[in-house]
């Protein structure tokens, strides 16, 4: 074992890193409310767990028997790489007699309508008469109580006039005011209703409990809650990856790290929400939706718990569903039932959203 200062100082290090992961790995298990630090240190993850890997790799090389260290947390660490890289695909046919359900998911992001970027909305319709989803999961579109303002979100309704529907405005109280929460089936709808609403007017999540052949399965769209960046946030943002940056932009540091703060607690509160109606179920479940967390954060922890996740099981390669500015991996999701498989999963980018629409193809069991 080397003893230069060198060597010490890089142990230093690997020590401060090997810390942080342990803090990541921590995470999913430890309220926002009552530590949100950690889920900081969740977002990060996937850049934290490369460097203690680039540490390992430098004791490797060194032929140094710290590198058992670097080691040992990083293979704690591989359940938690796999919710972000699949190395094979699971990909597989159908077998014995279930039905097999096609699922979508999509923060369309009102299609463009709000910010000229309508590129593309013609490809998501070609994508929804290729893949004929029989249930499809929207976040960010339009409630039916308003006024729909243009043709494409007009043309979408109309493509997708012979499923059963599901809105926030198919609720008394809700009026007009739901945040563009709603579900196609081409199942009949035996209920529907609100799973958490913590932010009347904001992100929320509904259910409906679709009859399925010869059985009822619910259905939770999930969209929990946004960060809601700003362009000073965004300019702040650029500012990190290298452009010019002062001690000036100091304020704009704090200003995102408060929102994520907000943001991590909010989302933990509904999600533990969501996770009291799941507990109660007595129907196998299917949840889908813009968790705005990724795989390694306490929400998705919280409301995934026994439940599937069609990316881990069928999925390719390394995951991402936001396209955005910011580093945000996978946050939209396709979860269902134990008992069932996932046969395929796949996503595909539109220019109108900065999201992408996430599919999967779902065997029910018995």
Sequence with gaps: MKQGWFFHLVFLANVFAALALALSYGAPMLSPDDFWPASFFALGFPIVYLINLLFGLFWLICWDKRGF???GILLIGIPFVLKFVQPFSGKSEASGSQRVLKVMSFNSHFLGAYDG????????FALKKKKKPDIICLQEFSNYGVRIGTKDQQDLLKLLKDYYQV???SFPHMGAAGSGICMFSKFPVV???IAEQINPVGNLTIYADLRIDNQVVRVFNTHLKSIVFEEQDYVTVDLLRGKEFNRRELYGIRR???KLKYAFRYRARQAEAIRVKQDYCMYPMLVCGDFNDPPSSYSYKTIRGELKDAFVEAGYGFSTT???KMPAFRIDYILHDPSYKTLSYQTHSFAFSDHKAVCATIQLGE
Aim: glycine share 8%; charged share 20%.
């Design 322 to 324: 936001y396209t955005g």
């Design 117 to 124: 970027s309508q590129d593309e909305v013609q490809e998501f």
């Design 256 to 258: 995102i790290i408060a």
């Design 191 to 193: 209920k529907s209703g």
């Design 167 to 169: 809105n926030t405005d």
């Design 69 to 71: 260290f670097s080691l």
